[in-house]
């Protein structure tokens, strides 16, 4: 990664009493795709208005492309897309028309305009629906057009707040393969805010969870799985068919000798006829390779490691996750 495009220091946001975003620091590489992960009324959507300079921070200091979003929000809201959880459209303009529309405010040349224009329709798979006014788009036609209106200006950085919501599987499939896409190929930064575990897996290179107003945790799903569970970051599941059917009992303490002495295992138990093997690291290739050698036939074999959803489930259990303010 290169040098950090986002950048939040003590962000700080309260209304009244109520802190909605407390001390928030959090560092977003260029070409980087962020998952700011949470429930409703986590702080996540005030935390992206402080970045984008549509509301002004209690303390803290917000920088985007290196400039203050406090300070000179309009600047950094030439180089940011936002797009938002329902996008608004001129609903009797077509999806053309609206893009048009949107570069004239952004003072592109029209020529220029129409050739990003028909560009992003044609990317965003809408060059069929050009010509149809917004008001007749599906849900999502409408954030997929929502997402060619954040690129005509060309940002160095985008942000989208619930994008998929409403979407369909193949609807979300697709808009996510873009999203990768538009990061890889092009370097541009995102900033996705969602509550979809799967979805934020994903797609997104780090995570940040983020709940009643603070992170409370940042990195990438490996990362955060082994720091919160360095004992059993893996899980093993090995099936075999016996070399002695006859007895049964005596082979499976011989498979747990063999597979005991492995380093990085931490736990081994027998769950019905399938040997359940956690460790620290990744050993799958070792542990198949020893039960082979023993004599043992290997009919089954399976790994799984801590994802979002344990690691989620993991900092909010037991937690009041539903805020006064998001």
Known sequence: MNSSVIELNG??????????????????????????????????????????????????????????????????KRRVGYLPDDIGFYE???????????????????????????????????????????????????????????????????ILDEPTLGIDPTGVHEFLDLIVQLSREEGITV????????????????????????????????????????????????????????????EKIRLVKIVEPVNGVTVIQFKEDLLQIRCTCDVTALIARVIIENGFALTHLNRKEFGLDEIYHHYFEGREVHGKAN
């Open 11 to 76: 962000l700080t946001k309260r209304y009244g009493t109520f802190t909605a975003v407390n001390q928030l620091n959090l560092s977003i590489s260029k070409g980087e795709i962020f998952g700011l992960l949470g429930p409703n009324g986590a702080g996540k959507s005030t935390t992206i208005l402080m970045m984008l300079g549509l509301t002004e921070p209690s303390a803290g200091t917000v920088k985007v492309c290196g400039i203050n979003a406090t300070v000179d929000p309009i600047a950094v």
């Open 92 to 158: 009797n303009y077509t999806g053309l028309d609206n893009l048009l529309y949107t570069a004239r405010l952004n003072q592109i040349p029209e020529e220029e305009a129409m050739a990003r224009a028909i560009r992003l329709l044609e990317r965003v798979n809408l060059t069929a629906e050009a010509g149809k006014k917004a008001g007749k788009y599906s849900r999502g036609m409408r954030q997929r057009l929502g997402l060619a209106d954040v690129l005509i200006k060309n940002p160095e950085v985008i």
């Open 191 to 250: 900033l996705l805010s969602s509550h979809h575990l799967h979805q934020v897996q994903q797609v997104c290179d780090r995570v940040g969870l983020f709940v009643e107003g603070k992170l409370l945790a940042e990195g990438d799903i490996p990362t955060l799985s082994g720091k919160l569970f360095p004992d059993e970051a893996f899980t093993i599941t090995v099936g075999v068919r016996f070399v002695d059917n006859n007895n049964v009992e005596q």
